[in-house]
């Protein structure tokens, strides 16, 4: 079995409910088991811009622990089909979502293809990745990137917010 690391993220239709529906529909996956969920974090949308005026409303974030014998490839496809489920739209990079699902590390693998990228680029550099990341697992580290709590130290996040 591998470890997986899921990022969830929503900042449309219930926020915190989309996250934990999101976090049960992983865990109900076969050949899955949950193993830790982070707390949900509430934090100010980033790289999103606004798109015709309309602010965008903060996020709500988590990081899941997952024990799979999946492939990464099968467990990206069953996250984007969660994703579908949930209603998520893509109409335009970045744009406000229902549901964000990603795959952000597996095992120690280093991808680079036409479908993947792990470990998920830009995830070394999102406080919305690494607290609820340390929160479930202060040992993990990013491959080509390093321990997760040296990160941490190494950059200011503000804006950031747990949700108890």
Do not use: W
């Not at 690494?130 to 130290?153: Q, V």
Request: hydrophobic share 45%.
């Amino acid at each position: 079995m591998a470890k997986a690391y899921i990022a969830l993220g929503s900042n449309l239709e219930d926020p915190a409910q989309q996250v934990q529906a999101a976090a049960l529909a992983i865990a109900a996956l076969p050949e899955c088991q949950l193993i830790k969920l982070s707390s949900l974090y509430e934090t100010a949308p980033v790289d999103c811009p606004e798109h015709e005026a309309t602010p965008v409303p903060n996020f709500i974030n988590a990081v899941l622990m997952l024990s799979t014998s999946l492939s990464p490839h099968a467990l990206l496809a069953a996250l984007h089909a969660i994703e579908d489920d949930a209603g998520r739209q893509r109409p335009y990079i970045n744009a406000p979502r229902v549901l964000d699902c990603d795959l952000l590390l597996y095992d120690d693998l280093v991808i680079n293809d036409s479908t993947l990228t792990l470990p998920h680029p830009r995830m070394h550099q999102r406080g919305f990745v690494l607290l609820p990341l340390f929160e479930i697992d202060p040992h993990a580290s990013i491959p080509n990137h390093g321990k997760i709590a040296t990160l941490i130290a190494q950059q200011p996040f503000t804006g950031i917010k747990r949700q108890g």
